[in-house]
């Protein structure tokens, strides 16, 4: 193709629900081809070292402020819950940047899919939650649980380990996500601070609302949410209902 799945999209357009169905159908059958002892492991010591990069990178380095003693053991708890949460889930193999930007469109077909060279084999959250909390574009949280409520339901007709209750796989999702922008965040610093790509950081509001929007939901993340609001200078205006989980078929 010609196009990426982002070039095929108008981002101030209404979500299109074809795209992100056909990328849901590409992400089922990658899945699918799954089996352990081909890719690396996605296991505790990668996402820690991920983790890291959010308090060596955006704190540290970007917002020039190290981490208190307090401030520390605040992100350290929250990093022992997410790495347990994340962990709990089944592996597949994990692209770990399944999104518009790495899919290309082609009218007819399945998407192509780009920049698997970092691919593992890890939690099954992953790769959705990479595909609907977006490093460069958002739609509204509707949209984005339709789209997960139909890959969980096409993954678990298909005999992929997702569960059977969508509540608790779209809290995992929301932990992996948690994890990957902690990670990303961090990377777009060392992006900017290190390699002098500044264009990266334009993007860390959005990633900050992302951990702001999952923290706010989870009575044991909510240390984290306050850490990160002081940190960004925001007044605690975030109230998020949780969102609406039942299935749409």
């Known amino acids: 193709g010609t196009h990426t799945m982002m070039q095929s999209m108008d981002p101030q357009g209404p979500p299109p629900l074809a795209r992100y169905q056909e990328a849901v159908d590409a992400l089922i059958a990658w899945q699918l081809a799954s089996r352990p002892g081909v890719l690396p492991a996605y296991d505790e010591p990668l996402l820690r070292r991920e983790l890291q990069l959010f308090p060596d990178w955006y704190i540290t380095r970007h917002k020039g402020q190290a981490p208190t003693p307090a401030q520390?053991?605040?992100?350290?708890?929250?990093?022992?819950?997410?790495?347990?949460?994340?962990?709990?889930?089944?592996?597949?193999?994990?692209?770990?940047?399944?999104?518009?930007?790495?899919?290309?469109?082609?009218?007819?077909?399945?998407?192509?899919?780009?920049?698997?060279?970092?691919?593992?084999?890890?939690?099954?959250?992953?790769?959705?939650?990479?595909?609907?909390?977006?490093?460069?574009?958002?739609?509204?949280?509707?949209?984005?649980?339709?789209?997960?409520?139909?890959?969980?339901?096409?993954?678990?007709?298909?005999?992929?380990?997702?569960?059977?209750?969508?509540?608790?796989?779209?809290?995992?999702?929301?932990?992996?996500?948690?994890?990957?922008?902690?990670?990303?965040?961090?990377?777009?610093?060392?992006?900017?601070?290190r390699d002098g790509k500044p264009k990266y950081l334009a993007d860390a509001p959005r990633f900050i609302h992302y951990i702001r929007a999952t923290c706010a939901r989870y009575v044991a993340l909510r240390p984290l949410l306050k850490l990160v609001e002081d940190l960004e200078g925001i007044t605690p205006a975030i109230n998020l209902a949780p969102p609406d989980l039942r299935r749409r078929d």
């Not at 518009?100 to 698997?116: E, H, K, S």
């Not at 809290?171 to 900017?192: C, D, N, P, S, Y």
């Open 72 to 193: 520390d053991k605040v992100l350290q708890a929250a990093f022992d819950a997410i790495v347990t949460e994340n962990l709990a889930w089944p592996s597949v193999f994990v692209h770990r940047d399944f999104m518009p930007r790495n899919l290309m469109y082609t009218p007819g077909q399945a998407p192509g899919v780009l920049d698997f060279q970092d691919a593992v084999y890890g939690p099954i959250t992953y790769d959705i939650a990479s595909l609907m909390r977006d490093a460069f574009i958002s739609w509204d949280e509707d949209f984005c649980l339709d789209v997960t409520v139909r890959y969980w339901d096409r993954a678990r007709k298909a005999g992929l380990p997702v569960g059977d209750d969508f509540g608790q796989f779209y809290q995992g999702v929301e932990w992996m996500g948690l994890q990957r922008h902690l990670k990303v965040a961090g990377i777009f610093a060392r992006l900017t601070l």
